[in-house]
């Protein structure tokens, strides 16, 4: 009897009869990391006021999705070599312990160190959770349980602005991260119960040294655009060799990965069809506008606009909504018809459009004004994230699908992580100076603030947030560019083999005897 629980790369034959329950772990375990950056993004001018640390209040994000992003090819490794089952849940375990940790923080300097911890568990979720859903259903089959993928990212976009300003409006933003407690534990015990795989033992090869300069290179833009302008010059030595170091760590990266085995990112898929880098920067600027505006539109609304805690959240629901209508829109359209190069054209203007008139926001703007141009922006973003997904899958032969799936969720946490540093960098130079000495950045604080302070204050926020948002529309405007010149290959009809953080070259295990 064999030991091997290798499944095959294009899936298993049958779907288990109990799938639909044991997905609905899975994606509970999904929606935790999916609510957490949208939870904790409404919460932070609260969180500022309570721990301080304007300066770097970028860091929350940033820290979070760039360990995202470098773990997860190692937790795709580790399932590969350990088992899907166990590395799962271990990966759910770790970010109930961040989350419970975050919760506890005293400081920004904790707080920024256990979302490192809350970051690690993601990485293995995002890899874990598509590693498994390819797992149980086989691609022919995969278009009946979509729906419930759907539901987790409709649940996760427009609930996390609505529970994250409950939570830190009724009882305290600490409650934005112990809320996962509850939720983690049912994901774990229920996955424990319901989920039952074969024991597993593949031969896989980790390319650490890939690893390792990936990460060092991400390391070094990211710190590099955190600090420029604002901790040190642009032209200061300090800014200048991390500028070299991500340079030649990238240059060794593309020499490591051009000879090894099983590269961690392989460089053929950006080779072998031009569809697949123009869908990288694409999806790069979706990344950089999900993730920039939902850190700082809701403090533009809370400090300039005077919304509460509660009321942000309601009012991201204009850009909210639009994602997940225009997501589902244009996923029915593509089916019915195999086109789709229109949508990340059309969305990439719609984003470009909808951040260039937030920019042109002034401190007499209305709400309702506010909410027009975010309903430009989500329908831009419902447009672009999809497509762009689709449009990578599509460019790339089955053998490499499982690595490109693995870059394209790279480089959407890429381009978050690279743009809330860039944002922060413009929004505290804007800032910083006209914060009155001793002052809390609490809206709520800052409204007792002498006539004169208060007035330099918001208005430093709103030239703050119209920097942040005319370079997101600059950046659309180059997705746009790229959109234009995507060719219209004919969808695959053929299954994709199960989409996973990894490429492992996978061998079943000798035979038990």
Not at 21 to 30: D, T
Not at 43 to 67: C, F, H, K, N, Q
Not at 200 to 218: E, F, N, P
């Amino acid at each position: 009897m064999s030991t091997s629980d290798s499944l095959p790369v294009s899936g298993p034959s049958a779907v288990p009869k109990n799938v639909r329950w044991v997905l609905l772990g899975v994606m509970l375990a999904m929606l935790l990391s999916m609510l957490d950056n949208m939870v904790v993004s409404t919460a932070m001018p609260t969180i500022v006021a309570d721990l301080g640390g304007l300066e770097r209040i970028s860091w929350v994000v940033t820290a979070y999705t760039l360990v995202t992003a470098a773990t997860t090819p190692i937790w795709g490794k580790f399932g590969d070599l350990f088992g899907r089952k166990p590395v799962f849940l271990a990966s759910i375990a770790v970010f109930i312990v961040g989350s419970a940790l975050c919760g506890a923080a005293h400081s920004m300097t904790g707080l920024i160190a256990f979302r490192v911890v809350q970051g690690i568990g993601a990485g293995g979720i995002g890899a874990g959770a598509f590693a498994l859903i390819g797992a149980l259903v086989p691609p022919r089959e995969r278009g009946k349980y979509q729906g419930m993928t759907a539901s987790v990212m409709a649940i996760g976009t427009i609930g996390g602005p609505l529970l994250g300003g409950f939570v830190t409006g009724r009882f305290d933003w600490r409650w934005a991260f112990f809320v996962n407690l509850p939720l983690g534990l049912i994901a774990l015990v229920w996955l424990w119960l319901k989920l039952h795989m074969p024991a597993q033992r593949i031969k896989a090869k980790i390319d650490w040294a890939g690893i390792g300069l990936l990460t060092g290179s991400i390391t070094a833009i990211v710190l590099a655009a955190t600090w420029a302008g604002t901790t040190y010059a642009w032209d200061s030595w300090q800014i200048l060799a991390l500028g070299a170091a991500a340079v030649i760590a990238l240059a060794a990266f593309l020499a490591v990965e051009n000879r090894a085995s099983e590269p961690l990112l392989p460089l053929s898929v950006f080779t072998n069809h031009r569809n697949y880098p123009l869908a990288m920067v694409m999806i790069l600027a979706a990344g950089v506008v999900m993730f920039g505006v939902g850190l700082y539109l809701p403090l533009f609304q809370q400090s300039v606009q005077g919304a509460s805690a509660t009321n942000s959240g309601l009012l991201m629901l204009p850009m909210m909504i639009p994602v997940v209508i225009a997501s589902t829109v244009a996923g029915k359209v593509m089916s019915a018809t195999g086109k789709y190069k229109i949508f990340p054209v059309l969305g990439t203007l719609f984003l470009a459009a909808g951040l260039g008139l937030l920019a042109t926001m002034s401190t007499d703007t209305s709400q309702l004004l506010t909410g027009l141009y975010m309903a430009l922006v989500g329908i831009g973003l419902g447009f672009t994230m999809q497509m762009s997904g689709t449009i990578a899958q599509n460019s790339v032969p089955l053998r490499d699908m499982g690595a490109a799936m693995s870059s394209v969720n790279l480089f959407r946490t890429l381009g978050g992580s690279l743009g809330v540093a860039v944002f922060g960098s413009l929004f505290t130079r804007a800032v910083q100076p006209s914060l009155p000495a001793g002052a809390a950045a609490d809206p709520a604080a800052l409204h007792h603030l002498p006539a004169g302070a208060n007035d330099a204050y918001l208005q430093a926020v709103t030239t703050g947030t119209s920097h942040i948002f005319l370079t997101a529309a600059i950046l659309c405007l180059l997705g746009f560019f790229a959109a234009s010149f995507v060719i219209e290959v004919p969808l695959k009809k053929a299954g994709p083999p199960a989409p996973s953080a990894d490429r492992a070259q996978t061998t079943p295990a000798p035979a038990a005897n």
